[in-house]
């Protein structure tokens, strides 16, 4: 129990070892992004998969990474199936019926080389990494009955827990991962409505056209997103790293009166705050970014924001801490736009429940959209 409720605390807090991982894979691919060649980027192609998204109220994320205790593999696998058999789903289910959002964004995995979900293909080659109980699965049917829609969330293939998982020698890593992903699309089939993938950096067209083939094979329409962190750690632009995409993945790492903060707040470098309590880099005016439009280059504008939660350890959790007002002006703002917007919410690893303070703001939230 004891461990139960340390790992229980870490997931209500930053999860820093998740955090730092990610924000460096994000500066490496803006840094890739900002120095890609002209014609390497993806050429447009006019996509509908993602309309859902604007006509829909919004959509919630929860960060459900399981990092399972033990001395051994048996005992790591052990203890695997019995967190995520303790996922009370029930619970899980009335508390997102309750926010009245249209999607979910779930995570798969992340870092913690264990995943919420059988694979085939990587049980096959690793077994032990996934839980006998297939969560994403239970899930993926209740939300079908609700006639709301599932969007998998994944770490792109430089991930090195992908090479690890995978146990792939990095030449053939990319061919092994589009197959590992290719099992969860037919698996899930027409229960998935789309991809969210993580930590993306810049490549040739065909490159996309085989990613986007292997996670549609179970469901053409699949709407996807790759990160390449533009909108928070990508300066240059707020283009999306990829415009075969449907949708912009748009992290967002902090809001400041109602608007996306767009310069990068991370280590090294020293982070001040102001006399009104505004996070600020030494030596850097802030620089703020609102969409005017239901598109970015030319895919549908998307925004993916935490609460409660940072998505960035140089940012503390208390500026992820946004007033009603504040929160339901910006959410409002894009939404008068033609945008869409996905609210990322703690979730605790040991029962699956969303936290109470931030599930009552989305209740709050649900009651100025659906009247």
């Known amino acids: 129990m004891a461990a139960r409720r340390a790992r229980n605390e870490r997931s209500r807090r930053l999860l820093f070892g998740v955090a730092w991982l990610a924000m460096w894979a994000f500066v490496g691919a803006a840094a890739l992004a900002a120095d890609a060649p ?3 980027a993806c050429s447009p192609e006019a996509s509908n998969r993602a309309a859902w998204m604007a006509r829909g109220t919004y959509g919630v994320m929860t960060h ?16 695997l199936n019995q967190t995520v058999d303790h996922f009370d789903l029930d619970g899980f289910m009335r508390q997102f019926e309750e926010t009245r959002a249209d999607w979910l964004i779930f995570t798969l995995g992340q870092t913690t080389d264990y995943l919420c979900s059988p694979n085939a293909y990587l049980d096959a080659k690793r077994p032990g990494h996934t839980p006998r109980r297939d969560l994403a699965m239970e899930i993926a049917q209740r939300l079908h009955r609700l006639g709301k829609r599932l969007i998998l969330y994944f770490p792109s293939d430089p991930d090195p827990t992908i090479q690890r998982l995978l146990d792939c020698d990095p030449k053939r890593c990319t061919e092994l991962y589009f197959e590992f992903l290719r099992q969860y699309s037919l698996k899930f089939g027409k229960l998935h409505h789309g991809w969210w993938f993580d930590a993306c950096s810049p490549h040739p067209d065909e490159y996309w056209k085989k990613y986007l083939a292997a996670v549609r094979a179970g469901n053409p329409d699949a709407a996807v997103a790759f990160s ?56 850097r005016e802030a620089k703020f970014y609102l969409p005017d439009g239901p598109k970015v280059g030319g895919i549908q504008w998307h925004g993916l924001l935490p609460i409660e939660l940072t998505f960035n350890p140089a940012i503390p959790n208390q500026f992820c801490h946004y007033t009603d007002k504040e929160l339901f002006e910006f959410v409002h703002r894009v939404k008068a736009v033609g945008g869409a917007i996905t609210i990322n919410v703690p979730i605790d690893v040991t029962n699956g429940h969303i936290r109470d303070d931030a599930h009552s703001q989305l209740v709050r939230l649900s009651k100025t959209l659906v009247k």
């Open 228 to 283: 390449g962190a533009e909108f928070c750690a990508r300066e240059q632009s707020v283009e999306p790293i990829c415009k075969l995409a449907d949708y912009h993945a748009g992290e967002i790492h902090l809001l400041e009166d109602g608007k996306i903060r767009r310069d990068f707040l991370y280590p090294p470098g020293t982070i001040l705050l102001t006399a009104d309590g505004k996070l600020r880099r030494a030596g």
């Open 38 to 40: 002209k014609g390497a």
């Open 64 to 79: 459900y990474l399981v990092t399972p205790k033990g001395n051994t593999p048996a005992e790591r696998t052990a203890d």
